[in-house]
């Protein structure tokens, strides 16, 4: 059974940074592209970017130059770094693999950018 655990959010004020960390179990994590998304209030779903099986990632134009993403295939976690961090950051952000034509999610970890 694919898992997908997110931690790392919290209250962060305008300009600060926060790292997220996605663990993953239940599939041959280095097999697969990692993508996280982020759910705003009201708003839909939407992809913050990909870190692909070799390491190489794509990034929305809202979070480049801002955010970064990387994988570490041994431990079979996927990290989520974000700085200068503005309010329209705020959302809840979800670890994401396409595994046998399924989506699998995790719980989400609420991220606020507030001051």
């Known amino acids: 059974q694919v898992q997908l655990a997110e931690s790392g959010g919290g209250l962060v004020q305008p300009g600060g940074s926060l790292t997220l960390s996605c663990a993953t179990s239940?599939?041959?994590?280095?097999?697969?592209?990692m993508h996280w998304y982020r759910q705003a209030p009201g708003k839909e779903r939407e992809l913050v970017g990909t870190?692909?099986?070799?390491?190489?990632?794509t990034l929305a134009d809202s979070v480049k130059g801002r955010f970064t993403i990387s994988r570490d295939n041994d431990k079979g976690t996927v990290v989520l770094q974000m700085s200068s961090l503005k309010p329209e950051d705020t959302a809840v952000y979800y670890c994401?693999?396409?595994?046998?034509?399924?989506?699998?999610w995790g719980q989400g970890t609420q991220v606020t950018v507030s001051s």
């Open positions: 994401n693999v396409v595994r046998g034509g399924v989506d699998w």
């Open positions: 239940g599939f041959t994590f280095s097999w697969y592209a």
């Open positions: 870190v692909f099986t070799v390491g190489t990632t």
